[in-house]
């Protein structure tokens, strides 16, 4: 179902330790290998007094370049081709620096006249133990849409789940489950 996101969200806990969150030096991508080609690494620059952060592409793994058809490591995020995905990201990304919490949202591709459906999860990293300067992402398939949030209201909209809502969903529980 969702295993990856969920053994790469055991992984996030585990390192974060008693901190709010861990730092990128925490992290060793072999120790997630089974992921590495749906994780993207995003720099946050967060100014002082700076409403909008600016968004650099540290890493994108080679299933999400392969999708769109080019690699963007050392790009701004702006530059991303999909705009749709696009704004899903920002409001996904905004969220997360408000709220110092992992984050979820459904995503979906269109691939050979085929649409897929994606959760995306998102985790703040930090260098301070303060401040969040870069985001751990991870996008994994679902297959099974009985467990997806009502699509009615929440797909319209780019609805984001906070971690403090994972325990409500069947699909985002899973994730912190043992």
Not at 25 to 40: I, K, N
Not at 49 to 71: C, V
Not at 93 to 104: D, F, G, I, M, Q
Request: net charge negative; with cysteine; proline share 6%.
């Amino acid at each position: 179902m969702i295993a990856n996101l969920k053994k790469l969200h055991s992984y996030w806990s585990q390192k974060k330790k008693h901190r709010p969150f861990p730092s990128r030096e925490d992290l060793d991508p072999v120790d997630f290998h089974y992921a590495l080609g749906d994780v993207s690494l995003i720099d946050v620059d967060q100014p002082d007094n700076a409403d909008n952060p600016i968004y650099k592409i540290r890493l994108l793994g080679s299933n999400i370049q392969e999708r769109i058809g080019s690699s963007f490591t050392n790009r701004n995020l702006e530059e991303f081709p999909e705009v749709g995905s696009l704004r899903k990201m920002l409001i996904a990304y905004r969220e997360v620096l408000k709220t110092k919490e992992p984050l979820a949202y459904t995503s979906f591709f269109e691939t050979d006249e085929k649409e897929q459906t994606f959760i995306c999860c998102i985790w703040p990293l930090s260098t301070d133990g303060e401040k969040i300067n870069m985001l751990l992402c991870c996008r994994e398939h679902i297959t099974d849409h009985s467990l997806l949030p009502d699509q009615s209201s929440h797909f319209s909209t780019s609805k984001t789940w906070p971690f403090s809502e994972w325990s409500n969903s069947p699909l985002f529980s899973a994730l912190t489950q043992d």
